[in-house]
């Protein structure tokens, strides 16, 4: 069983910056998709960004949101530039044991609790 940490969080005006990262319990490879997803209140789970050997974006955060790994730490990271009030939701951190990229939760195996985003306008 995978453990996911997620730290990273916080409070931050539009047009901020935060660093998310997910610390994974053991190791992890690039052949092995990871991915983050947000879920605002009121709404469902969606799908933000997910690596492994390529990456795959939201269109809502292409160009601002940047994902990237670091398997000798087991961390995958989410650099969000240009924060938009729109942006403010849970952020969690997900990995699947093996396959191809997805933007469906379902389709991912483990999940981290989660780590609050609020962009103020």
């Known amino acids: 069983q995978v453990q996911l940490v997620e730290s990273g969080g916080g409070l931050v005006q539009a047009g901020g910056s935060l660093r998310l990262s997910c610390a994974a319990s053991e190791r992890t490879s690039s052949s092995q998709p990871m991915g983050w997803f947000r879920q605002a209140p009121g709404k469902e789970r969606e799908f933000v960004a997910a690596?492994?050997?390529?990456?795959g974006y939201a269109d809502s955060v292409k160009g601002r949101f940047t994902i990237a790994r670091d398997n000798a730490k087991n961390t995958v990271y989410l650099q969000m530039n240009s924060l938009k009030p729109e942006d403010t939701a849970v952020y969690y951190c997900a990995a699947r044991r093996s396959g191809a990229l997805s933007i469906w939760p379902m389709n991912y195996d483990y999940w981290g609790q989660g780590t609050q985003v609020t962009v103020s306008s």
């Open positions: 690596i492994s050997w390529s990456t």
